[in-house]
């Protein structure tokens, strides 16, 4: 059976069916991303003072992937116009560079950034023990800038056991830059280039702890956001890629030789959805990594 | 540009039709770069201080929002659509913003603050 209206615009739409499919359903992810981005802003305004972390994640790599998700967004639309020009061999290559562009976001991602955050280790300091870690806080300083104040110490556990062992009495850190000095000026503010712990260790006694765990989405809002919008966000490249690895390969050279517009108008509605994904990404990116 | 003139069967209406096409392209790349080019000044902008966070809040999603209208505009070509698309994303416009202003709302909630 022939699937009416796949390249000629049905008569009472003015369009072929899969564009209206793609917009709706397009619709309904503006909705779903919606509501997690309205979620995030509920939970960050809410925020006390401190307790939304600035500067955690790699800026540099978060711009790299910003960078490689807009490329593959051209090659996307060159691949299509590629099929509207009849140049099958140009389509394959940029699609090619395309499904490259999107598994290279996905190891960078899941490969790098994610894994980094599991083994970074950070303790909330009990409200009134602030004073007690004066020395790795830099609440002072920060009071005379007109900053908020630190309430978290973060850097490279190094006694992991202290984790589920309650007989250790306290977590030994490589502290974090931010607090192996905590009064310097330059720690004020989030860094551009990653900045790795220092040597100098922290002790911290658990029952000075609010909470402490890595860097895990149970960590902290901030991190259960991440987690759940960059999953979501990345499992829409891969779905996103494992369509496109399906346009590349040879089967669909038999539905360009049958009609060339059919496989136009498919890459055409794989690219909307692929643009969209670059879009939410595009908010991301500053909401989560600069801001 | 989205729905071909019945395309092309006939070769000189296709050639034309390619012609246009290949214009198109030149217009993606100057997009992409543009792109590229606000993602620096993204990255750039967040290291200047506004005064307060939410003034650099402000400007950061100001220069994502003219980001994304470009991708939304010109690669998923809605600068130029079907009337039927745009009455679908109205809707979706509406209940967007409708879903973010109940985000707001429960915010300023009186009681809760």
Redesign the interface.
């Known amino acids: 059976m022939e699937i009416p209206y796949t390249v000629a615009a049905r008569p009472d739409t003015g369009l072929w069916n899969a564009k209206i499919g793609i917009w709706l359903f397009l619709a309904s992810e503006v909705m779903l991303f919606g509501g997690l981005f309205s979620g995030y802003i509920f939970l960050r305004l809410d925020a006390e003072p401190g307790y939304w972390p600035h500067g955690l994640l790699n800026v540099p790599v978060g711009t790299f992937n910003t960078a490689i998700l807009i490329a593959s967004s051209v090659t996307v639309v060159l691949a299509w116009a590629a099929l509207k020009m009849r140049q099958y061999a140009r389509y394959q290559v940029y699609m090619g560079i395309t499904i490259l562009c999107g598994i290279i976001f996905l190891v960078v991602k899941l490969g790098y950034e994610w894994p980094q955050k599991y083994e970074h280790f950070g303790a909330y300091i009990k409200k009134d023990s602030l004073e007690k870690y004066e020395q790795y806080l830099g609440n002072h300083h920060l009071m005379s800038e007109g900053l908020p104040p630190r309430v978290e110490i973060s850097g490279h556990l190094h006694n992991r056991e202290a984790l589920n062992d309650p007989n250790i009495k306290e977590f030994e850190v490589a502290l974090d830059p931010v607090n192996a000095d905590p009064t310097n000026k330059a720690m004020d503010r989030p860094h551009f280039l990653y900045v790795p712990p220092t040597e100098k260790i922290g002790k911290i006694e658990k029952e000075d702890v609010e909470r402490a765990t890595m860097f895990l989405p149970t960590h902290n809002t901030y991190f259960a956001s991440y987690f759940t919008i960059t999953g979501l966000h990345g499992l829409h490249v891969l779905a996103g890629v494992l369509v496109f690895i399906y346009m590349w390969l040879p089967v669909s050279k038999r539905v360009y030789q049958r009609n060339p517009e059919h496989l136009a108008n498919r890459v055409e509605v794989a690219g909307l959805f692929w643009h969209f994904v670059d879009l939410v990404w595009i908010f991301v990116f500053p909401l989560f990594y600069l801001l | 540009m ?3 003139p ?2 092309a069967q006939d070769a000189a209406e ?1 050639e034309h ?2 012609h246009e ?2 214009h ?2 030149k217009k ?2 100057m ?2 770069a543009t ?2 080019l606000f ?2 000044i ?2 750039a902008l ?2 200047v ?1 506004f005064g307060t ?1 939410k003034a ?2 402000a400007v ?2 100001l ?2 929002m003219f ?2 209208g470009l ?2 505009a010109i ?2 070509h809605l600068s130029a659509e ?4 745009y009455r ?2 109205i ?2 416009g509406l ?2 913003f409708a ?2 202003w ?3 709302l ?2 300023y909630d009186p009681v809760h603050h």
């Open positions: 989205n729905n071909p019945e395309v296709h039709y390619a096409v290949a198109h392209v993606y790349m997009v992409g792109l590229l993602t620096g993204t990255v967040s290291y201080d966070r650099n809040i950061a999603m220069v994502a980001k994304a991708v939304a690669f998923m079907k009337k039927l698309i679908v994303l809707f979706t209940f967007v879903l973010f109940l985000t707001f429960a915010w």
